[in-house]
């Protein structure tokens, strides 16, 4: 960016590829095992949250999507996980409708983290804090309000399981399954939809090998063959390498035999080639302004966030037609 | 607190019903909405605290006034008195004791009927707005009463009958038991039910009408913000969700996002809003 720039304008992305959501991080993430250290013991802080409070998971999930999305253009620093985090379900109970006044996010928070004595005034404070990261979390989404309003995981889980007919029990399976799924990234590469379907595959396949999966499944619901396998193999991968991390094995419905490393290895065999979606190129990623535009406030008197192509165009060509 | 001083008293509850009764739920069973976002009702100005706080002494008195404000009240505003009205019944039914039971059975169940009546009264078309709340209530009351009458949606109404000369339903005898009360009720609402299917046939087949009204244009200008903050504070507590086992795994979510009826399926709208998020992704790519 030029030292002169007036104004900054964003095209939204909501989901990137992982090539460039690993370029985005490389600016802002210096040590890759401290961040994932950190994003388990946040998923389960916002657990804990979700339970305390009775919100459905989709509040987990759109807090976790602002969570992740926040860290591709903000620094990482290990002492302000916590309040991002409250930040983050703070913005995402309001998207998914969920809402619950800032003062009892606030305190639950605190008291989660074992803070002492929580008085008045450390959580008028700590208020202040979580109200001011908002407005960058808003920026790392671009303010972008038609994701996680209407399409959440566990409900398309169930949606599309009953679309195809599947059992009550392939569903639940499926269900527990899409839980784990918030502790990759993929909610930040491909939609939710796409997600709901790979899971159903996973638990159509657990318990009965040989199982069918027309490839039309993928146009009719509106999803096409890469997004999925991105979603598919991200997901085998994780059970293969965290198997320890998983909630699925000490979740395992009754009536399933339990599962190990070894059936999801056995999964990713049956499963041919690995591929997903194509990838840009390196030069691409690295002449890519939006995965490296640095906040400076400094020299920017404004920024502003645009949802569609369109209107950055017809801006672009009316700043072309002034004389 | 002497007889008069307690009447006055619970006449002014009643007139504040449309600012103090927030919540729409009449399934109840907590006598403190201490975890509920609506702060607007304090315990102090809580209706429903009221009158557990003063009904042992006072609870004929209290059945008098409700009705009698109720009858001076439009008919419009008197949903509220309803709906107050169901609280009590589905919280004293909660705290099982004899005391409670010899007022329910004797005092405020039987007159269920008086109660609909009001809400629903004879003639009176622009109450049929309150049809669909009463039918929820009746249910509910009813299914807390292990089904004491049966009840069906089926709707019959004559078709050809001209507006003024159609017939309301009043039932002869007031209810002296609860049951009596109960079959009265179905009776009424069955009856109001087939009113609203009529006019809006009318409606169909004639254009607009003209019916007497009764109704002040502020009154329904209130009636019309009551309902709006009432859908607003459903809103506000229809998603929480329990979880038994303290587990963000809880089966209880499944079993309550498998039987909800909005995710049989995919509808219309679910195809357009998968569609629109897949353009969304592809573009966002910009591979």
């Known amino acids: 960016m030029s030292s002169k720039s007036d104004t900054l304008l964003f095209l939204s992305r909501p989901f990137l590829t992982k090539k460039q959501i690993l370029k985005a991080q490389s600016n802002n993430i210096q040590d890759h095992r401290a961040y994932n250290q950190k994003k388990l013991a946040i998923i389960k802080f916002l657990s804990d949250i979700c339970v305390q409070l009775r919100f459905p998971r989709k509040t987990l999930e759109a807090a976790l999507y602002f969570y992740q999305r926040f860290y591709l253009f903000n620094k990482f620093e290990t002492e302000l996980c916590y309040t991002i985090a409250t930040s983050a379900i703070l913005l995402s109970c309001k998207q998914v409708e969920t809402i619950k006044k800032s003062n009892e996010i606030c305190s639950i928070s605190l008291r989660l983290r074992s803070v002492a004595k929580v008085t008045p005034e450390i959580l008028d404070n700590f208020k202040k804090r979580v109200c001011q990261h908002e407005l960058r979390l808003l920026e790392a989404i671009s303010f972008d309000y038609r994701i996680n309003n209407y399409v959440h995981i566990d409900e398309y889980v169930i949606k599309l399981g009953k679309e195809l007919a599947f059992s009550q029990e392939t569903c639940y399976l499926a269900w527990i399954i899409a839980y784990d799924v918030l502790k990759t ?86 499963a041919g080639r690995e591929y997903g ?9 690295d002449t890519d302004l939006y995965l ?29 037609q002034k004389p | 607190m002497d007889s008069f001083e307690a009447r006055l008293q619970f006449i002014s509850v009643i007139k504040n019903l449309q600012k103090t009764l927030n919540t729409l739920s009449s399934n109840t069973n907590d006598s403190t909405n201490s975890k509920s976002p609506n702060l607007g009702t304090t315990i102090a100005n809580d209706p429903v605290q009221f009158y557990l706080k003063n009904y042992r002494q006072h609870y004929e008195d209290f059945h008098q006034c409700l009705f009698d404000t109720a009858s001076k009240m439009d008919s419009l505003d008197r949903l509220n008195v309803l709906l107050y009205y169901s609280k009590i019944i589905s919280i004293l039914k909660s705290q099982n004791s004899e005391f409670n039971k010899k007022v329910l059975d004797l005092h405020i169940l039987p007159s269920l009927d008086r109660m609909l009546l009001l809400t629903l009264p004879s003639k009176d078309w622009k109450s049929l707005t309150n049809l669909e709340f009463c039918i929820d209530i009746f249910k509910s009351l009813n299914s807390l009463y292990d089904n004491m009458v049966e009840w069906d949606d089926s709707i019959n109404f004559e078709k050809s009958c001209p507006i003024e000369e159609v017939s309301w339903y009043t039932p002869e005898v007031p209810g002296m038991s609860p049951q009596e009360a109960f079959t009265n009720s179905s009776c009424i609402l069955k009856d109001r ?24 244009t502020s009154t329904i200008i209130h009636r019309m913000e009551n309902d709006r903050e009432k859908h607003k504070r459903r809103k506000e507590s229809s998603w929480v969700l329990t979880r038994p086992s303290n587990s963000l795994l809880d089966p209880h979510e499944f079993q309550t996002l498998w039987n909800l009826e909005s995710c049989n399926g995919l509808t219309k709208d679910d195809y357009k809003n998968i569609k629109d998020l897949n353009t969304i992704a592809q573009q966002s790519y910009l591979v």
């Open chain 1, 292 to 320: 490296s535009t640095q906040y400076d406030t400094s020299n920017v008197r404004e920024r502003r966030y645009v949802l569609s192509a369109k209107s950055i165009n017809s801006e672009v060509a009316s700043m072309n």
């Open chain 2, 193 to 216: 039910r087939a009113k609203q299917h009529y006019l809006y046939d009318y409606y169909k087949r004639n254009g607009l009408c003209n019916v007497p009204s009764s109704s002040s």
């Open chain 1, 185 to 270: 990234e993929i909610i930040l590469v491909v939609p939710q939809h796409t997600i709901s379907l790979a899971v159903l595959k996973i638990a159509h396949e657990l318990p009965n090998a040989k199982s069918t999966w027309p490839t039309i499944r993928y146009t009719t619901f509106e999803s096409d063959e890469k997004s999925f396998s991105e979603a598919y193999f991200d997901l085998l991968n994780f059970y293969i390498n965290s198997f320890d991390l998983c909630d699925l094995k000490d979740n395992m419905p009754s009536g399933l035999q339990s599962i190990s490393i070894d059936t999801f290895i056995e999964l990713k065999k049956r």
């Open chain 1, 277 to 285: 979606l194509k990838n840009p190129t390196d030069k691409e990623v």
